[in-house]
């Protein structure tokens, strides 16, 4: 007999009779009541809304099926939305997934600070007010032989702040070749306007020589006004940090753009984008600009990211001389664009790690370590890896699963080493029940939530991105996702 929409209705139980069912004692027990009955509430407005539609069974309406309903609503509300998640995406820097992984220094740093007061802006021997910046700032000066140093929020902040403080209303000479644009449509040409700051634009986009640099200056008016009504406000210095451009190419290196500011009085500023202090290319790495190179050819200002190739928190890192960081510092957007207590705090002791040398930031920052992992460790990792699936799933979750491992390529991401894939293992995962796409929902389902890549209709874990304490998460979420196919 079919059940009428009015009979359904008629049929859900009253919200003061779930209460004092048995079946929800557990979860009043485990719950505050008042979200247990927000969730319960909504529940049984799509229950109502539903049976309106005739679009319901009787089994949905029981007390049983109703408290599981609101069971899961309440653990899925209670999930943090800012959680951890195991990246198998091969991407080290992934922009989505919250950049570069944090040493087990800056976590203990950040869980010791983040419970209580925090020396900030205090000098302890005098008990006068102190910078907020200057800890990182010491140990910047230390590590990279700037004369002063600053910290915003992140690297478009860093950008804006010091093309504002040294270039507002004044051109600014950069070469086309170096208009980047990164994600989020954050472009140079428009950060330069929104500064204040007006372009220049000198070169081709595949090749600019020193001569196109001077022509810009002449034509403008030197710094000191000998020539022109608007001298330049600065030359800047871009690094393409998410692409690459080959072949008939040519560009002016920071020293030659640092002799060349002098000549005219005019500030050069590099921003360097990803910003690294460890040799990349000795590690068999493709070359990435070195910190300490752009601050020994005399940059003004050299800034770049905190959370990507450095392997710390957001950051925007400015260094260079005492007039040009102090102009920055004392400009209004400075405190708008500073970052919070914890920042400082991470960062500290991620920078801290790279006083022992490069060998021990190889070692202990995570994003560096996982850059350098060689094809062997990620080879048996993958191994590893594909055996703890096969054995949790059954051999091959009942002939639904097909596990292999394979090579691959991982990419460092979020614009560093542009377009450089690093060759690595990983473990292939195909399902005869459903598509990889399913599959990899799936995955992102589980708590914590796996990420890993969908490529040639098969889900790939790329070790390269994979703690050796992930594997056995993963290996129980794939038993759990071929029990239930």
């Not at 600009?289 to 990507?308: E, H, I, N, T």
């Not at 794939?478 to 029990?483: C, D, K």
Request: net charge negative; hydrophobic share 45%; glycine share 10%.
């Amino acid at each position: 007999m079919t059940t009428t929409a009015q009979e359904l209705l008629r049929a859900i139980p009253a919200v003061d009779r779930l209460l004092a069912a048995e079946e929800l004692r557990p979860l009043l027990a485990r719950a505050s009541r008042s979200e247990v009955v927000g969730e319960l509430r909504r529940v049984l407005d799509e229950l109502r809304a539903a049976a309106a539609a005739d679009g319901v069974e009787p089994t949905e309406l029981n007390t049983t099926a109703i408290a599981r309903r609101v069971d899961e609503g309440v653990a899925r509300r209670a999930r943090p939305y800012y959680r951890r998640v195991i990246n198998a995406t091969g991407v080290i820097l992934h922009t989505n997934l919250g950049r570069a992984p944090l040493a087990d220094e800056a976590v203990a740093a950040l869980a010791a600070a983040a419970g209580g007061a925090q020396r900030l802006e205090l000098d302890l021997e005098s008990g006068r007010r102190g910078g907020r910046d200057e800890g990182c700032a010491a140990l910047l000066r230390e590590l990279t032989g700037c004369a002063a140093a600053t910290v915003v929020n992140n690297n478009a902040a860093a950008t804006l702040l010091v093309l504002a403080a040294l270039a507002r209303g004044r051109p600014v000479v950069l070469s086309r070749g170096e208009m980047v644009e990164i994600g989020g449509s954050f472009r140079v040409p428009e950060i330069l306007r929104e500064s204040g700051a007006r372009l220049i634009e000198v070169g081709t986009t595949n090749r600019t020589h020193e001569r196109d640099y001077r022509a810009a200056l002449a034509a403008t008016g030197d710094g000191a006004g000998a020539a022109g009504d608007d001298p330049p406000g600065l030359i800047l210095k871009v690094h393409a940090s998410n692409y690459r451009i080959e072949g008939f190419t040519a560009e002016v290196p920071i020293e030659a753009l640092v002799a060349i500011g002098r000549e005219h009085g005019v500030p050069v500023v590099h921003d360097l984008g990803s910003g690294c202090l460890v040799d990349t290319a000795a590690r068999g790495l493709p070359v990435e600009p070195l910190v300490q190179r752009s601050v020994a050819a005399g940059a003004d200002v050299v800034c770049f990211s905190g959370d990507k190739l450095l392997g710390g928190p957001q950051a925007g890192l400015l260094l260079g001389t005492e007039e040009a960081i102090g102009r920055c510092r004392r400009h209004p957007l400075y405190r708008a664009l500073r970052p919070g207590r914890l920042v400082y705090a991470a960062l500290e002791a991620t920078l801290r790690l790279y006083r022992g040398g490069e060998e021990a930031a190889w070692e202990r920052v995570p994003a560096l370590a996982r850059l350098a992992a060689g094809a062997e460790e990620l080879r048996g990792r993958a191994e590893r890896l594909a055996a703890e699936v096969a054995a949790a799933a059954g051999g091959d979750g009942g002939g639904r699963l097909a596990i292999d491992v394979v090579e691959c390529a991982s990419q460092a991401g979020s614009g560093s080493l542009p377009a450089r894939d690093l060759p690595s293992w990983g473990v292939r995962l195909t399902s005869a029940a459903g598509s990889a796409e399913d599959l990899a929902a799936a995955l992102r389902a589980a708590d914590p939530a796996i990420v890993a890549r969908v490529q040639d209709g098969a889900v790939l874990f790329d070790l390269r991105t994979v703690a050796d304490d992930e594997l056995a998460p993963i290996a129980a979420r794939v038993a759990e996702i071929a029990a239930a196919e």
